[in-house]
């Protein structure tokens, strides 16, 4: 793109030979830049594809947060259930009534 065409040495022929080559270079320019905007928009739309994705996996580990502390509160209530039970088992006596005679 940088030849500069001397209107005055060169006869009409060849300012048509130039004009083109001039053009042919400017379709393959034009064709590099639908390339690259194709990739910028698919590189844009997978960016906000990731946006999104990021945001459902966020809402689902605020959810799964709450899961855990319900999960831990239950456990918690449990532990404390099988102490009691223990407590219990633990006062609680067993009398045998006594062997009876033989007759």
């Not at 065409?5 to 030979?17: A, C, L």
């Not at 400017?26 to 390339?35: D, S």
């Not at 899961?67 to 209530?77: A, E, P, R, W």
């Amino acid at each position: 793109m940088a030849d500069i065409i001397d209107f005055h040495k060169n006869p009409v022929t060849n300012i048509k030979k130039d004009l083109k080559k001039k053009e042919k270079e400017l379709t393959r320019v034009k064709e590099e830049l639908a390339f690259f905007k194709r990739i910028y928009s698919a590189t844009a739309s997978t960016g906000d594809l990731l946006k999104l994705q990021l945001a459902d996996l966020e809402s689902s580990i605020t959810i799964l947060q709450g899961h855990l502390g319900l999960v831990q509160q239950n456990l918690k209530n449990l532990k404390a259930k099988l102490a009691d039970l223990d407590n219990a088992k633990s006062q609680i006596h067993i009398i045998t009534p006594p062997d009876k005679p033989k007759k």
